[in-house]
């Protein structure tokens, strides 16, 4: 049971069981390559939740895990879960609705002919055409600088 505890604890702290072998270094030597290796960190908050989850269920079936402190029994611990579960599944919704409220700002700026990059561009053309290219109006204008953003 301990070591099913510290198996789960490695994984919520993104360690390896294992560590891997760095080659050595020989002075004067070629360069070893370097190790490729596949990451093991199960970061997420999703799997964070989940090893969370599985080490409650090994405390919980470990007939000596009596703690003296309140948060820390199994009880309390399974609220926690329960609380942590809430929140993320809080912000996953708040997610969706924040990257559609971009999308939605991306079109407004960005789209060409009436986004504000086009329309801000035309405004200076049609303030040049009316007061002159020396008047204070189109300096107060042409001042300004409405940029493409990368990737849209």
Request: charge should be positive; avoid cysteine; glycine fraction near 4%.
């Amino acid at each position: 049971t301990v070591d099913d505890a510290k198996s789960i604890n490695k994984k919520i702290r993104g360690k390896r069981s294992k560590a891997v072998i760095q080659p050595v270094i020989v002075e004067g030597g070629p360069a070893p390559a370097p190790v490729r290796t596949i990451s093991v960190s199960q970061q997420s908050f999703d799997k964070l939740i989940d090893h969370f989850s599985q080490l409650i269920q090994t405390v919980s079936a470990e007939p000596l895990y009596m703690p003296n402190e309140a948060n820390l029994t199994v009880a309390a611990l399974k609220a926690l879960l329960l609380d942590l579960k809430a929140k993320n599944t809080g912000v996953m919704h708040t997610y969706i609705a924040t990257s559609n409220a971009r999308i939605a700002r991306d079109r407004a700026m960005y789209a060409h002919d009436t986004g504000m990059v086009d329309t801000s561009a035309s405004v200076k053309t049609y303030v040049k055409s009316v007061f002159g290219s020396s008047s204070p109006e189109y300096k107060q204008l042409s001042a300004l600088r409405f940029t493409y953003r990368s990737g849209v």
